[in-house]
């Protein structure tokens, strides 16, 4: 059975840092590209970040650029996303999801399997 559990999420202030960690169990996570996604109350479910399998390419949606950092510890079959000088409106739940049909993943659709989220709060 395969599971994702993220963790890392809490309250922060602004202009604070969170690392959200992904840990994966019943996959072999090298095998699947990876992606972050948020979601805000009242909001859709937003692409944040993705990175390849073999962690050599990343993407990201504008708003993080400069902030965030995603990377990969096959190794350890856990993905993270560091999120540095954090803004009230990255006030979201995070999800991270695991994808095998796109190299760089940024639609929320097209991935395979899901972790349950962890609510990162950043106060003004």
């Known amino acids: 059975q395969v599971q994702l559990v993220e963790s890392g999420g809490g309250l922060v202030q602004a202009g604070g840092s969170l690392r959200l960690s992904c840990a994966a169990s019943?996959?072999?996570?090298?095998?699947?590209?990876m992606g972050w996604f948020r979601q805000a109350p009242g909001k859709e479910r937003e692409f944040v970040m993705s990175i390849t399998g073999s962690g050599d390419r990343t993407y990201y949606t504008t708003s993080v650029k400069g902030r965030f950092t995603i990377s990969r510890d096959n190794a350890k079959n856990t993905v993270y996303l560091q999120m540095n000088s954090l803004k009230p409106e990255d006030t979201a739940v995070y999800y991270c999801?695991?994808?095998?049909?796109?190299?760089?993943?940024?639609?929320?659709?097209?991935?395979?399997?899901w972790g349950k989220g962890t609510l990162v709060t950043v106060s003004s």
């Open positions: 019943g996959v072999t996570l090298s095998s699947y590209s």
């Open positions: 999801a695991a994808g095998s049909r796109q190299r760089l993943p940024t639609q929320a659709n097209g991935m395979d399997y």
